[in-house]
Each structure stands twice: as C-alpha cells, then as structure tokens.
C-alpha cells in the first residue's frame, strides 16, 4: 500500500479554515465554497503526485510557504466566483491577492538560501503564479473587457499547444526575465482590480502587461523551436485518443446546437443526428481521396450550420424570432451603429476584429474536427461499423416511436432541420411580399383633406413619446415591477397636482428585443410591419402617417431622436417632418451614456426651448427617450432644469456605479443586474417625463406615451409577450373623453384585463377618435 505524504494534506484543514472565515466575513455561497473544495482537493492531489514522481518525502519550508501562497490563491478564486452573485468587499479581495502575491518573493529566495531548490518547488511556484493571474484576469474582466483573459490563459493555451506540439515541452534553462514578466502581470492585474486608477491608464498598463507577456512567450516559443531536434519529446500515448474523443465530440456537439433558448439543456446531449451517422457511413466506406474532399466539404458545412444555430439563438433571445437570410442580413449596419454607439470606435474595431477572428477559427475548428473523426472511424473499421449499425437503429426505432426528452427527438436530423427552416422563412417573406402589396392599396384617411383630419386636437401639442423597451414586463409579473409602479403612482399624483389626467392600455408591439423602427411604423402607418422588408416596402410608398396627417391639417411636425447621428431623409420624404432633430443638433456637449447619446431629460428640455417656446404654431412630434436602450449600463440623474446648459453636467451626475464602458460585460453576465438596470432606466425616462410636463407649464400639451417593445429576453424571459403600456395624458378633459369607449383604465399604469390592442390598429383609432373623417370605407 502506498503511504500517503503528510505534507500537502495540511492544506485540507488549512483551505477548510480559511472558507470558514471568508464564510462568516462575507457569505460564502455554494458555488464559490465547491469551488474552493474542488480547488483544494486537486491541489492535495497533485502535490502527492509530483513528491512520489521526484521521491520526495517532505515538502521543505520553501514548499510549505507556496503551500500556503496557494490555499490564498484558492481563497481568491473562491472570493471571485461569490462576486457573480453578491456584492463582494473589493478590498478584501484585493488585500488576499496582495498577500499571496509578496509571499512570491520568499519562497524561491527560502528554497535557495537552504539549499533545497527542487523541481517540484520549481513547478508548484509557477503553477501558482499562473493560476493567481488567471484568477485575477476573471475577475478584472467587467474592468477592462473580456480581451484581458488572454494574460490568464496564456500558460494554460501554452500547454494546450503542447499536446499538439511536444517540442513546446522541451527543457528551458531557468529564465529570470519570465518572473519579472509574472510578477508584473499580477501587480498590474491587483491595481487594475483594486480601482485605484481610472480605467483608461489601467488598460493601458494591462495592454503593456500583455505585451511582455506575449514577447516572453514568443521568446520561449522561439528558442524551443531551434532545439526542438535537440532533445526530441515523446508525445505521450494518451494524446492521440483524447484528440480523437475531443474531435468527435465537437462534431456532435456541433449539430445539436438548439435552434432556440428555451431548448439549451441537457437533454440535447442525448440526442443522434442523422447528419453524424450519414458522415461516419460515408467515412466507412468512401475511398482515401474522396473520403478527405467529402470531409472538407464536410467541416465547411458544418460550421454554417454552426453560424445558422448560433443566429437563431441569438434572434430568438433579442428579437423572439429566428434569423431570416432574406432580410435579416439588413440588421449588420444597425448592430454596427449599436457597436459603435456603445463602445466608440476603437470598441467597434476591436469586437468586429474578434467577431472575424472567431468565425475563421471556427471553420478551422470544423474542419478539423471532421477530418480527424473521418481518420478516426477509417482507421479502425471494425470497431465502428457495429458503433455505427447500433446507433442507426436506436436511431430508427426512437424516429418511429416518436422518443423525446425534455422536449427534444432522440432521433433528430438538426442540419436538415435548420435548412428547412431557413428555406422556409424565405419562401414566407417572398409570399409576404405580395401579401402586404394588397394591405398598402387600402387606407380609409388617404384622401381625406387637412380641414377634416384631427379636428378636436386643433390648438394642441401633440407629443408621441416612445420610451425605449418600455414592456409589460416593466409594470407587472416581474420581481422589478413593483419598483416602477410605485413611480407610476407617483407619476400619477405628481401630474394630478399640475391638472393632467392619464389614461392607460395595452399594444401588441410587432417587434421585440428591439428593431425598433419597425414598432415606430407600424404605429405611424396602421400597418402591420414585423420585418424589416415590409419596412422598406412602406418607405417607397405615400401612405399617410399620423405626423404626415398633422402636418396636412396644419401642425408643425418634428421628430426628435437624440440616437441618430446620420441624415434620415425618409424623415421629411415618408413621415412628413418639417424638422428633424439628432444627436448633434440640439446642443449636448455633455457625456455619452453608452447607447444613448442625450440623456433623456436633456432630450425634452431641448426640445421644450428649440420647439414649444420658440413657435407659436401648435407643434405635433415624435420623441424617442433611449436613456432605456439596452444594455442599461450607466445612467444619468435627474438635474435642475435651469442647470441643463449644453449637457457637461451630467459628467457628474451620472448612476452610481462604474462607467458604462468598464461595467458593460459585469451587466451582460449577470440576468439580475440586467433587470435591476433596466428597471432604474425606464424609471429615470419615466420621472424625466413628468418633471418636463411640469417645467414646460403647457396646457396645451397632449402626449402618447408608450413603449416601442419588450426588452430582450434576458431580461422579459423566454416566454413573454409582445404588449407595451400605452398612455393617453392631458391637461383638457375634453381630450380623454374622446377615448372614453376604448377601455382604458384611469391613470399611467394599465389594468391587468383591459383589452390588447394591435399596434397597427391605433392610428385609425386615434384619428377616428379626435374628428377625422374616412374618405373610404
């Protein structure tokens, strides 16, 4: 019987007791502390493994202080691990880190001093420093951005590579220059986390941090290559068969990728695509050449199944419907602009450069895997051909029953599936086209002449206020409505003071997640327009839009979207604006706030000085408030009108928090901090909405107020629906009497039960409502 070394098992109730300080100081979860006890055990494990490999039977005191160097370091990961779900004192973690990284200076110093410098002790000190900076890379990530890992992943995709290429294993002689390169990457990644820099020089150190470690890698890489015949490195015998399981695996992996959110579970681990089966049978059977092209081809197509199942997740969690190639390659320039208007160009660059980058390794990866499963399976036809014929029949036999789990066909045919899919909506968006060809032909205000449009609104400002992602999510059936309810109500006795009144329903949006145009439109139009198609077959057309209709009875219509920063010339040519104002032409020389380029307070104060005190004409407009776009990250506060100026306040009175640009990944992670963000935003657009109605003293002012779309999954769920509040606010009664048999219950915030209405059908409705007359029926 082996014995076991006493040595690395006093880091079991060191560990232990460690966690159980960290635990009564902060609230140690169960993820973090199966973390530290997974962490331990290995530690232990591998210890015992390297003094029985180098017939040790002591650790020595130099080993014994990397010994208690990496139960700290294991107590960082733990720490770092509960900061996903809870606030986390930074200064604790920082404080650990700092102690585990000095003690890197006693150690080897201790080990040389006594004489006992050992290869183990060489291995275990490095291995610690490298896992100490993986650990601090993570946990910088919502600090710098996710390119920062690469610090921490560097040893790691080191020894990756040299299961590939042994001579990567080959000796070195001890590189002094290597430990100062360590050692300044875990000084930088500790002050970067300790926030005691701001967040540009701190990049700034870490991009440096990531160049010497990068030219220090490059110079170990480059030396071992011009020795790698030298001292030649046996590839271990296990590395052939784990490439060959690894290959295998993605290919698998790769076609059942769900098509949908709500399918990403564990069920799809069990099921059998028919496209292996084909693959593995052609493997089997075809010749040498042809067998490596098929295979090729293969991989190739296998990673467009990969970019289609990967898009269809993504539209189904932004927008809840699947890609369509027809017309959702339109999308590219708004998710560019969004890119651009979130993270700057440099941002842009960067995350496109990644984006191109991955979809290149992606093949590659595919192509791989193919190629080697085909190998794999050729060489070795006997053990495959009956692996083969029993997954084809479990394959028949659960087709023909119908066998599912958790939803999911055991017998599945994914690739054939998605292309089925996709050649499907293109068939339905070519048939839509004809469809919503007839729908424009029809429009009962068409020929209506000005003196007969909108008759009860004569001497009114009329407002359409789109409040970005403004769902149903945000006022019922989510652990955050609550919050905005209460602004509501406040909202509601706020404006009964001023002599306002609010009635309030539902509208089906046709978008969600986003795409916002398309809600904008159809609203405008009475159309239903759900795809970015029938959106620019509407633009080519004359139909009457509510602001058109304005206009033509008299109004002076503006538009008001502080997001645009391009011409929009469909503006004055489709909806009938007289004035279009953006990004740059209302006077903000203040912050940009992430997506949002004026803050929304700043949007209608401008416009009460540019539009309502400036003209005397009775103003018709649609404002967007986009303080609520996703994803919610840093947020303005409300000011003192009088100290608006040109904006520069808000570079004090921003949320509290981390800026937009340093706390965008931290929000993205986690769905909670999504919500509770959303929620402070739509509160923030709602407050400012209000606070405007009462410093514009306009009681002449008439405003819709609604929201263009639920938020994106992550934050409405996977199952919700497509209603937005809607709300019909005004000073005259005689406004809301025109609205009375529509249902509407009293106040901002809709009754559960009234009535949903189609978003389409409001235009007709309105101008039905306030004395327009159809010329047809």
């Given at each position: ?38 962490l ?16 040790l ?12 160097r990496?139960a ?11 900061s996903?779900?809870t606030?986390?004192?930074r ?15 006693v150690?080897?110093r ?6 006992c ?19 601090l ?8 951005g ?8 560097a040893r790691?995709?080191?020894l ?9 294993g ?8 290597a430990?100062v390169v ?6 930088v990644l ?15 150190l870490?991009l440096?941090?990531?160049g010497?470690l990068v ?6 890489v480059?030396?071992?290559w011009s020795r ?9 015998p296990?590395?052939?068969?784990v490439?060959?399981?690894v ?6 992996l ?6 949908r959110p709500d399918q ?14 084909v ?28 970019v ?6 993504g539209?189904?969690?932004a ?8 017309t959702?390659?339109?999308?590219l ?18 995350v496109?450069?990644?984006?191109l ?14 190629l ?5 399976v ?8 009956p692996?083969l014929?029993?997954l ?16 999911i ?5 994914p690739a ?16 839509d ?20 449009l ?8 009329v ?7 403004y ?14 309810d209460?602004t509501?109500?406040s ?11 609010a ?31 029938r959106?620019?077959?509407v ?11 304005f206009?033509?009875a ?7 979207v ?10 004055k ?8 104002y ?6 903000y020389?203040g912050?940009r ?6 803050p ?16 005397r004409r ?16 840093s947020?303005?506060r ?11 306040i808000?570079?004090t ?10 706390s965008l990944l931290a ?10 963000r ?10 400012s ?9 306009d ?6 107020v609604l929201?263009d779309?639920?938020?994106h ?8 629906s497509?209603?937005?509040?809607v ?5 005259d009664?005689?406004?809301l009497?025109q609205i ?15 009535p949903?209405?189609?978003?389409n059908?409001?235009?007709d ?11 047809t029926?």
């Open positions: 019987m082996r014995a076991v070394h006493s040595g690395p098992l006093t880091v079991l109730p060191g560990v232990a007791a460690l966690l159980a300080l960290l635990t009564a100081a902060v609230g140690l979860g169960v993820p973090a502390l199966v973390t530290g006890a997974v331990t055990v290995l530690l232990w494990l591998l210890l015992e493994r390297g003094m029985r490999r180098d017939g039977t002591d650790l020595g005191p130099a080993n014994h202080v990397t010994l208690v990496a700290l370091v294991i107590a960082v990961a733990t720490l770092v691990v509960q996903w779900s606030d986390v004192p200064a604790l973690t920082v404080t650990v880190s700092v102690i585990a990284l000095s003690l890197d200076l150690d080897g201790l080990a040389r001093a006594r004489g410098v050992t290869r183990l002790g060489a291995e275990f000190d490095m291995e610690t420093d490298a896992f100490l900076i993986l650990v890379s993570v946990y910088v990530v919502p600090i710098a996710a390119w920062v890992l690469l610090i921490g992943l790691y995709l080191l990756l590579a040299t299961a590939v290429w042994p001579w990567l080959g000796p070195m002689a001890p590189r002094p220059w430990r360590a050692a300044v990457d875990g000084v500790v002050v970067t986390a300790s926030e005691v820099l701001p967040t540009s020089v701190a990049r700034a870490l440096a941090a990531l010497l030219a220090s890698f490059g110079r170990q480059v030396a071992l790698r015949h030298e001292h030649p490195v046996p590839r271990s296990l590395v052939s068969p490439l060959n399981t290959a295998l695996v993605l290919v698998w790769a076609l059942v990728v769900p098509q990403l579970t564990a069920a799809v681990l069990l099921g059998i695509p028919v496209e292996l089966l693959f593995l049978a052609l493997a089997l059977v075809l010749p040498s050449v042809w067998g490596r092209a098929v295979a090729a081809l293969a991989g190739v197509m296998l990673a467009v199944v990969v289609g199942s990967v898009l269809n997740l539209f189904y969690e927008f809840d419907h699947p890609f369509n190639p027809l959702d390659p339109g999308y320039g708004s998710g560019l602009d969004l890119m651009h208007a979130s993270l700057g160009q440099g941002g842009e660059i960067v496109g450069s990644l984006i980058l991955g979809f290149a390794a992606g093949i590659a990866v595919c192509v791989w895997s193919v080697r499963t085909r190998r794999t050729r060489s070795a036809p006997r053990v495959w051909t692996v014929v029993s084809t029949l479990v394959w028949a036999v659960a087709g023909l029953g119908g066998a599912r789990v958790g939803g066909p055991v017998a599945g045919t054939a599936s998605l292309v089925s899919g996709q050649v499907d909506e293109v068939r339905a968006e070519l048939r086209r004809a469809v919503f060809e007839q729908d424009l032909t029809h429009d009962a205000y068409a020929l209506t002449p000005g003196r007969d909108l008759t009860r609104l004569r001497g009114k400002d407002l359409v206020v789109f409040v970005e992602s769902g149903r999510v945000a006022v019922e059936d989510s652990w955050f409505a609550p919050q905005i209460r509501l109500t909202a509601d006795r706020h404006l009964g003071g001023l002599g306002f009144h009635r309030s329903g539902w509208l089906e949006s046709p978008t969600f997640g986003g795409i916002s145009w398309l809600a904008h439109s159809t609203l405008q139009t009475g159309l239903w327009i759900d795809s970015q198609q959106y620019d077959q633009l080519g057309t004359d139909r009457l839009t509510l602001s058109s209709a206009k033509k008299g109004w002076r219509t503006v538009s008001d502080p997001s645009d920063w391009h011409a929009w010339p469909e503006g040519q489709f909806y009938g604006f007289h004035r279009m953006g990004a740059y032409d209302v006077g020389d912050p706030l992430g997506y949002s380029r004026v929304d307070q700043f949007t209608l104060g401008a416009f009460d000085d540019l539009e309502l005190r400036a003209h009775p103003v018709m407009a649609e404002i967007d408030l986009d303080s609520s776009h996703a994803p919610w990250t947020l303005p409300l000011v003192p009108w009088s100290s608006l100026g040109d904006g520069t808000f570079n009175v921003r949320d509290a928090g981390v800026p937009y640009d340093t929000t993205l992670a986690h769905p909670h901090a999504q919500q509770t959303y929620a402070r935003s739509i509160r923030y657009s709602l407050r909405l209000v606070s405007f109605v009462h410093h514009a003293h009681k002449n002012l008439v405003m819709v929201g779309h639920q938020p999954a992550g934050v409405s769920g996977n199952d919700a497509h209603n937005v509040p709300s019909l606010v005004a000073h009664p005689a406004v009497r009375s048999g529509w249902g509407w219950s009293h106040g901002l915030q809709p009754a559960s039960a009234t949903v209405l189609p978003m059908d409001f235009r409705r309105f101008l039905s409502a306030f004395g327009s007359r159809p010329t029926p």
